[in-house]
């Protein structure tokens, strides 16, 4: 358990609160605040739990060995999930992760490094709420990609 | 599993209780009950943390060998009597590939406070005959057989037909039910699954678990799951939905397979609270060449509905497999 699930709420841990981001401080080319995680095995087993997936090839290393991989490997959702995690870090309370897609190219051992970043290709207003499209990656301990995607962002306008 | 009622009047000392068989135990049924306890102790599945201890393989849980001996203990007395105390003392591991045997045996019947109460000694064997648990149990029983219950319905298993194989055929298609729905799931999320999901990746944002900060700060004023919780609402992916069975009996080499991508769109959140009916629709299957051989990929819609019947996400998903053509399949 992190300590910002554990502690009071008056003391809530600043962990656990996210700073606001806005549209209008949005640019494009810019990028969102890369997110680095290092999975073990244990998180892979704690997101198979809450996931209620329990495909072997994330726990099982003699099966994951005999399907030619190294180790056991990390979901894909897992990724996913901490790309999801980087947004809304990045996206703050008020903001709304209204899509995200990814594509897994290569897989990502545990504890090994994984760093996921975003870049913001665009930014639009639709039907009167404020839309931000962000590019996603996930990179491994020797730079490559492994996992690709996009999403877009509902962020509250400084005006509204 | 047996509904039969015992009852007290027919229960002597001495007795022998019908035994229950386990195994051979898998990593993944350790997993499970890692998942099920919340014991993530990496010595009940990680091979290396294992082998540095000097193990030979991943140790089954002892509470999981206490849990079999309640299942044989409640199987035997029948629904209408009652489990009232079991200890369990674990004297010996079994690892990974044990097939262990829970054996029970009536030690004494007494009547206390008006309570027919049966003593009973337990034990678990492993497949060299030793003994790798003991413990001893009080059951209270009927004192007459109660009527008996009808039995309960067996669910109609998911089979798939079908012998001829080339790598697609419409009898997978068929299987698939492609264009329509397969299937309809019904998950109620509540704000500890969604604080679980969330610690499972360590992500600490208080928008996922507390509902002071999620109301005066967070855009939907509740408490909502992260956004790749539609995940954990995948009833192919926790494998309720098996419509691939069929699959496995291609008869080329699998050299690989799994998620090959995942895309949501929410129309709502979801919240602390809801009820999510998820409909999954298979809408393709098709298949290419790769760098890993023939690639055979699923391509499948998930909508998600809340209680209310409103559209809360659609997700699409796909899963591939590749196979060696090459090779035969147990090649």
């Known amino acids: ?160 | 599993m047996s509904s039969e009622q015992r009852s007290f009047d027919e229960v002597e000392v001495g007795m022998e209780l019908p035994p229950l068989t386990r195994g051979p135990f898998t990593i993944k049924d350790l997993v499970k009950f890692a998942a099920a306890t919340h014991d993530y102790s990496e010595i009940h599945f990680d091979e290396s943390v294992v082998r540095a201890r000097g193990l030979p393989a991943p140790v089954v849980h002892g509470p999981l060998k206490s849990a079999l001996l309640a299942q044989m203990l409640t199987n035997w007395i029948g629904p209408a009597g009652s489990l009232k105390r079991l200890a369990c003392q674990y004297r010996q591991m079994d690892v990974v590939g044990e097939t262990l045997t829970c054996r029970g045996k009536v030690t004494g019947t007494v009547i206390r406070g008006g309570e027919p109460i049966i003593e009973c000694e337990v034990w678990t064997e492993n497949s060299q005959g030793e003994i790798t648990t003991r413990g001893n149990a009080l059951l209270s029983l009927p004192f007459r057989p109660a009527p008996q219950a009808e039995a309960p319905r067996k669910e109609d298993s998911v089979t798939s037909a079908g012998s001829q194989v080339s790598l697609i055929t419409e009898q997978m298609r068929t299987d698939l039910k492609l264009g329509e729905v397969a299937g309809v799931f019904t998950y109620e999320v509540d704000r500890k699954w969604i604080r679980q999901f969330a610690a499972a990746f360590d992500d600490p944002n208080a928008v996922w678990h507390d509902e002071a900060y999620a109301r005066i700060m967070g855009r939907f004023g509740a408490v909502i799951a992260p956004p790749t919780f539609f995940a954990a609402l995948d009833p192919v992916e926790t494998k309720e939905l098996l419509l691939d069975a069929w699959v496995e009996t291609i008869p080329y080499k699998n050299t690989g397979g799994g998620n090959a991508f995942n895309e949501v769109e929410y129309f709502l959140p979801i919240r602390a609270g809801d009820t999510i009916t998820v409909e999954v629709t298979y809408t393709d299957i098709f298949e290419r060449d790769g760098r890993s051989g023939r690639l055979l990929f699923r391509i499948r819609e998930n909508v998600l509905k809340n209680q209310r019947g409103e559209l809360v996400a659609r997700a699409r998903s796909g899963h591939v497999r590749s196979y060696d053509l090459s090779k035969k399949r147990d090649e």
């Not at chain 1, 009071?8 to 606001?20: D, T, V, Y």
């Not at chain 1, 997110?35 to 290393?61: G, M, Q, W």
């Open chain 1, 1 to 160: 358990m992190s300590g910002a699930t554990t502690c009071p709420r008056k003391g809530m841990s600043e962990m656990a609160r996210r700073p606001q981001a806005y549209y209008e401080d949005v640019e494009v080319g810019g990028e969102v605040p890369a997110l680095v995680k290092v999975p073990t095995t244990i998180s892979l087993v704690r997101y198979c739990a809450a996931a209620n997936d329990f495909s072997p090839i994330h726990f099982d290393e003699p099966y994951a060995r005999s399907r030619g991989q190294k180790s056991v490997i990390v979901q894909g959702f897992f990724k996913a999930a901490c790309l999801g995690q980087m947004l809304t870090d990045w996206a703050g309370p008020q903001g709304w992760v209204k899509k995200i897609a990814t594509k897994y190219q290569r897989i990502n051992l545990p504890n090994e490094p994984m760093t996921c970043r975003g870049k913001i290709t665009r930014k639009y207003a639709e039907g009167g709420s404020h839309f931000v499209d962000v590019e996603l990656w996930v990179e491994n301990g020797q730079g490559e990609v492994t996992t690709t995607g996009q999403a877009t962002i509902l962020l509250p306008a400084q005006a509204e």
